[in-house]
């Protein structure tokens, strides 16, 4: 089976970013069935089969699958997601070593891999869903900026918190004008509990997925960057090396043509994956309070300027990742790479 992400994946997911671009009013009511889509699966199970893994409450092992049929395996699954027949078992718990703390043990929660694939092909779907909701959100704060460009307020910043939002709704405005916004505001809530709903069950796979919470553990990263980056980065076996994901995430460093030319590396060039990039920009702001991040931050805008700096961070932020990954070792804030 491949370890790249399918291609019907991906035009799957270019499709909702596109409906969701073209038309910010639009409403994915009805994610559940790309959810159970086979080539959805299969490309889950390839993930968690690569992550290995002990068996869950049930005792099946990812080779009594292979034993029995992999597809057949699969049809089936499809069948109880599709007919809603489908319902996740037992958590079986174990005690590891806790990090840092000899002697100290934490509980580890083991999902069987039915459950493991299932939340596997959920994440797939949920993560760009999540992100367009994010991006429709945004269009809808700065169509209401602009929409109320005439008014005047001595805190802008703190426009969209609770406090914020009721001065907006209690704005003396024309009748027709009041209509507009609170339309606009109805659905920027709207999307807001939406937000909430798919991040929570964010939260429920992140506390089944050991690797998300090793990401997690880079100071400021956070729940949700950590799902999501490792959703959109799949198999860690797809690369060969760790400059291979930063090549794909487009944060690759400059490099000289034959010709003499010169192509230097910068943030929104150049990768397969835009929104990867997008993440790992964002968590080198927070991985820099990480001395050795931020040595290296203060090092580079002195001799490139910002922009560049942040990519080189980001690019040792890329190597850590890469390491926990491919190695399973959990992430070190001192010796990070």
């Known amino acids: ?76 699954l499809v069948r109880e997601l599709k007919e809603k027949k489908y319902r996740p078992q037992a958590v079986k718990r174990m005690w590891i070593p806790k990090a840092g703390q000899p002697g100290k043990l934490r509980p580890l929660g083991i999902p069987t891999i039915n459950d493991r694939v299932a ?71 709207q999307l807001a509990q939406r937000r909430d709903q798919m991040e929570s069950a964010m939260q429920t796979m992140y506390e089944q997925w050991p690797e998300a919470q090793w990401v997690d553990e880079v100071r400021g990263i956070g729940m949700v960057t950590a799902v999501s980056i490792l959703a959109h980065i799949g198999l860690i076996e797809r690369f060969g090396s760790a400059e291979e994901l930063i090549s794909y995430a487009g944060l690759a460093p400059g490099h000289r043509q034959s010709d003499g030319t010169r192509h230097n590396g910068k943030i929104g060039g150049g990768g397969t994956d835009s929104h990867l990039r997008y993440l790992l920009i964002e968590s080198m702001q927070s991985a820099c309070q990480i001395p050795r991040y931020r040595d290296a931050f203060e090092r580079a805008v002195g001799k490139h300027g910002k922009n560049i700096a942040r990519i080189i961070v980001a690019r040792m932020l890329v190597h850590s990742i890469f390491k926990m990954l491919k190695d399973r070792v959990r992430y070190n804030q001192v010796h990070a790479a």
């Not at 997911?13 to 038309?23: D, G, V």
């Not at 596997?120 to 602009?146: F, G, P, Y």
Request: proline share 1%; glycine share 4%.
């Open 1 to 76: 089976m491949s370890l790249t992400t399918p291609e019907s994946i991906q035009k799957l997911q270019i499709a909702l970013h596109a409906k969701a671009k073209e038309n910010p009013a639009c409403r994915f009511y009805a994610l559940y069935d790309k959810v159970y889509r086979k080539d959805t699966l299969a490309h889950a199970y390839a993930c968690c089969r690569a992550n290995q893994g002990a068996a869950g409450a049930d005792g099946q092992r990812l080779e009594d699958i292979e034993d029995y049929g992999r597809e057949r395996w699969l049809e089936e």
């Open 119 to 189: 939340q596997m092909s959920a994440v797939l779907v949920l993560v760009d869903s999540r992100q367009d909701l994010v991006e429709r959100q945004t269009a809808v704060k700065n169509w209401i900026t602009h929409f109320l460009h005439h008014e005047t307020w001595a805190d802008r910043e703190g426009l969209w918190t609770q406090k914020g939002l009721m001065r907006l709704r209690g704005l003396r405005l024309t009748a027709n004008d009041r209509l507009v916004l609170d339309f606009k505001l109805q659905e920027l809530e």
